[in-house]
């Protein structure tokens, strides 16, 4: 390892610095490149679906990796429970983008519950939300709780849910 002088800031510096510890300009050693992500699979399988997939980025040929498993994590992915940005679950997705029995995520759609940025389901909560039972900024909803709009509907059902979940969470 050899000391090098920083042309910037003129601090002393290691040839295998990535940067500069003080003024942060780039260091004389190469940056590592992320080539073709990262891809795991439990060996735990059902159904000859692994119970865990994990994956990111592309493969070999360029191809986008998509997580298939009963949790699936990745930037994509399919599975009962995803966690992905882009995703569907079967029972719970959860992310950016996200589809599933329960959805929660910025843009969340859920067959019961959506919960995020933009939602919609059955009971959908967030800024924007569409849905029969509706609790946010601003949606449409047959029941909507919202600064312009309070159905008694709504609000007896989502003060109800918050009252068990805080029981639930022992909060009460």
Same mark, same amino acid.
């Given at each position: 390892?050899?000391?090098?002088?920083?042309?910037?800031?003129?601090?002393?510096? =290691?040839? $295998?610095? %990535?940067?500069?510890?003080?003024? *942060?300009?780039?260091?004389?050693?190469?940056?590592? /490149?992320?080539?073709?992500?990262?891809? !795991? $699979?439990?060996?735990? $399988? #059902?159904?000859?679906?692994?119970?865990?997939?994990?994956? +990111?980025?592309?493969?070999?040929?360029? =191809?986008?990796?998509? /997580?298939?498993? +009963?949790?699936?994590?990745?930037? &994509?992915? %399919?599975?009962?429970?995803? %966690?992905?940005? &882009?995703?569907?679950?079967?029972? @719970?997705?959860?992310?950016?983008?996200?589809?599933? &029995?329960?959805?929660?995520?910025?843009?969340?759609?859920?067959?019961?519950?959506?919960?995020?940025?933009?939602?919609?389901?059955?009971?959908?909560?967030?800024?924007?939300?569409?849905?029969?039972?509706? +609790?946010?900024?601003? *949606?449409? /909803?047959?029941? #909507? !709780?919202?600064?312009?709009?309070?159905?008694?509907?709504?609000?007896?059902? &989502?003060?109800?849910? /918050?009252?068990?979940?805080?029981? @639930? #969470?022992?909060?009460?």
């Amino acid at each position: 390892m050899a000391l090098q002088t920083c042309p910037d800031c003129g601090n002393e510096l =290691s040839d $295998k610095a %990535i940067a500069c510890p003080r003024c *942060g300009r780039p260091g004389p050693a190469p940056t590592i /490149a992320h080539k073709g992500g990262y891809e !795991w $699979k439990s060996r735990v $399988k #059902l159904f000859g679906i692994p119970l865990v997939h994990v994956a +990111f980025g592309s493969d070999q040929k360029g =191809s986008t990796r998509v /997580a298939k498993g +009963f949790v699936a994590i990745g930037q &994509f992915g %399919i599975g009962a429970v995803t %966690i992905a940005q &882009f995703g569907v679950g079967v029972l @719970l997705g959860a992310g950016q983008c996200v589809v599933g &029995f329960f959805g929660i995520g910025q843009a969340a759609v859920g067959i019961i519950l959506g919960v995020g940025q933009f939602a919609g389901g059955l009971l959908a909560i967030g800024q924007i939300v569409v849905g029969i039972y509706g +609790f946010c900024q601003a *949606g449409w /909803a047959r029941y #909507l !709780w919202s600064p312009d709009r309070v159905d008694m509907e709504a609000v007896a059902l &989502f003060s109800t849910l /918050a009252l068990r979940a805080s029981q @639930l #969470l022992g909060l009460q």
